[in-house]
């Protein structure tokens, strides 16, 4: 963050979108060669550090994507994560997607996302999903998310009535 | 821009997403927009925008006028009049009032298709009626295209003579964003 200050005031752009009344990130000296991770947040009338480890486990991860975001998934990279929604309110998780897909088309990077939430299957699975499927004690393969081309139900509604395979 | 707390975008597939996201990242208005997910079935895009259309529009009549809802439904080989003339047929058969122009609700209809503006857009003298569905690099065009959009809808601009006519029809369109409430 410190390497890349431009990129860290997106990033903290974005969070303060993302969590009420956040202000900023900051390591806090908390005794030689240690160092806090705080996080600030407030309004004009006063503001309050919190410890990063004393913040709720969907602002940590809120904190987390969005640094995936701005320090790998911007600068072009492969980013793999295994069910990013996890903690994230489901207001919150469209709009990190969005801006992830946006960020990944236009600095041509690649992201893997494992998921069995709905908001990730509708965005991704019609153009970008594959799936796992076995059949019966067979071995697991790997298939492009067919869905059904004549559906008018959103992915994940398909995948919940186990029709989308066709 | 007037002021909006949250926008609606009822989009046919993720191409024209895309595009009005970028075009809102100019306001600022990413954050607050939320888009309807897509159907499974790939080409059948345009029918659930038109299915889904009533239900979004009485949802949005139940909110504050800080709402926004921006349909975004391909003319393909039709007029671009049997789109708006299908959009107020869906109102009426849910017996809704059809759209007043004090109301945030945007009707953009690309004719042929949404590609047909993004090349546009980019500055090429482009027909309405070829399909570019599957032009080169069309993502890549996206974010230039959504700043000629951006550009173009802004106040006395002059649009150049070799804007589509189904574009030309849409500025007015996004310029309901802007009116006063």
């Known amino acids: 963050m410190q390497d890349d200050p431009r990129e860290n005031q997106e990033l903290l752009a974005s969070l303060r979108e993302a969590i009420d009344d956040f202000n900023f990130l900051e390591l806090e000296f908390a005794g030689e060669n240690i160092r806090l991770l705080v996080a600030d947040f407030g309004r004009q009338s006063g503001s309050v550090k919190t410890g990063f480890n004393e913040l709720s486990d969907g602002q940590r991860c809120l904190i987390c994507l969005y640094m995936i975001l701005h320090f790998v998934a911007a600068k072009g990279n492969t980013i793999v994560i295994d069910e990013p929604e996890n903690f994230i309110s489901l207001a919150e998780i469209q709009p990190w997607l969005m801006k992830l897909i946006d960020l990944v088309e236009d600095r041509k990077g690649q992201a893997i996302l494992i998921s069995h939430h709905p908001e990730l299957i509708n965005q991704l699975a019609p153009g970008h999903g594959v799936q796992f499927v076995r059949d019966g004690i067979g071995s697991v393969r790997v298939e492009p998310f067919r869905g059904d081309p004549d559906s008018s139900l959103p992915p994940a509604e398909l995948v919940a009535r186990g029709w989308e395979r066709g | ?181």
């Open chain 2, 1 to 181: 821009m007037a002021r909006i707390s949250q926008v609606i975008v009822l989009a046919e597939d993720t191409r024209h997403q895309r595009l009005i996201y970028r075009y809102l990242d100019r306001f600022s208005l990413q954050r607050v927009t939320r888009f309807e997910p897509p159907p499974s079935g790939r080409g059948c895009g345009e029918q659930w925008v038109r299915e889904r259309y009533a239900n979004s529009v009485r949802a949005f009549r139940k909110r504050h006028a800080d709402t926004a809802l921006i349909v975004v439904i391909d003319a393909h080989a039709g007029d671009m009049n049997r789109r708006v003339r299908q959009l107020e047929s869906a109102l009426s058969g849910a017996q809704l009032s059809v759209r007043i122009a004090e109301e945030k609700i945007v009707h953009l209809i690309p004719r042929r298709n949404v590609e047909t503006w993004i090349l546009n857009l980019k500055g090429d003298r482009v027909d309405e009626e070829t399909d570019f569905r599957r032009a080169p690099e069309i993502d890549d065009l996206i974010d230039a295209a959504a700043q000629t959009l951006f550009e173009w809808t802004r106040p006395n601009t002059a649009i150049p003579p070799h804007c589509v006519p189904s574009l030309r029809a849409a500025i007015p369109e996004i310029k309901r964003l802007e009116s006063a409430q």
